[in-house]
């Protein structure tokens, strides 16, 4: 486990931490006056390897050799030129800190972080953080980069669990949540929707999935998805005879059939790393997803049955109705897509290229 200090004063900032892999979903911005919770679980962090915050260059100022040497391929609005390696923690792991309220941004419900660090070391006065809680966007600090270091403590960080261990412990993510919302006479209120994050997973996901069509149609296994990702597919790619297979697999699965195309496989929470399979499918293009989604995918929970009259018979394990479904069909999250399509050395091809082109078309009929 690590302790975050202070780069001037060698400050305590945090508690001891666990490192884990960046959420899918850490820049997200969701819907309109939503309140997301805390980003990571107390006790963990993460870093991103990418440059974050001021100051932004236009993509007009930037020259392509730039951009591509950055791992972009495709224009986006703007680049950061800040320090790669933020770090991101849970609010609530933070100590030794005071807020510098001139640093507010351009807050609605909460504090958004465009002004840069607004929280300072309590003991020296450095900027070293930055808190994020405004609505629509992930609850978060980000420790500065330049600000901070970590030190080792407790003798040695904790090895991380095998996929074995990851399959037996089972926490996979609910595609369904209620989500809570700011305003309304009564104060905060809710309605139920698909969870942001498999939305932000499945963005990530149909831009590798794109890159790994080729061009020509994709078909998704049947189930959870289907529901995810075909309407998308369906749309985004041409109509053919001939299609590219994409299956689940991973750990604890049947190894994939041979002539499989596609893999739809989970990223190690703790390290970050992508299941590979062994023998032929090992050439098959791996589409990454959050553990917690495709333990959903491959193992999805049956509507628990309920009594139409009468008494509770005996095979019912509850008795309240099964949840809601949302009322729209899923759609994946269009800031996520975009910002891992750009990402992807295939966009350069002029077809992927025009996907990047008409995204607001797309948006505007309901497909993100």
Known sequence: MFVFVCARCDAELTTPLSQVSLPFHAHQRYGNGVQLPVLLDAGTFAVDPDPSGPPWRKWDEIDLGEAEARGIYAP?????????GAIVIAPGDVRGTRFIPEKRGGACCGVDG?????????????????????????????????????????????????????????????PFEPIATWGGRLGTSHYWSWSPQWEAAAGRALAHLLAASEGQPVEVPEGMATDVFQRALDALLPVGPSKRRAVLAGPGRPAPDVGVDILLVPVHPQTGQTWTPAGPAASAYPVPLPLGVWLSMTSPQPDLPVPASGGIPGDVLRDDPPLPRPCRPFRADQGTFQQTLVRIPAVRSPWLREIVDNLPQYTSTGLF
């Open 76 to 84: 986006v609005y703007a680049l950061s030129d800040g320090a790669p």
């Open 114 to 174: 465009r002004d840069g660090p607004n929280m300072a070391c309590e003991e020296c006065g450095l900027p070293v953080a930055t808190r994020i809680d405004d609505c629509s966007l992930w609850q978060a600090v980000w420790l500065a980069p330049h600000a901070v270091h970590r030190i080792l403590v407790d003798g040695a960080d904790t090895a991380p669990l095998s996929w074995e261990e990851l399959v037996r412990e089972g926490k996979s993510t609910p």
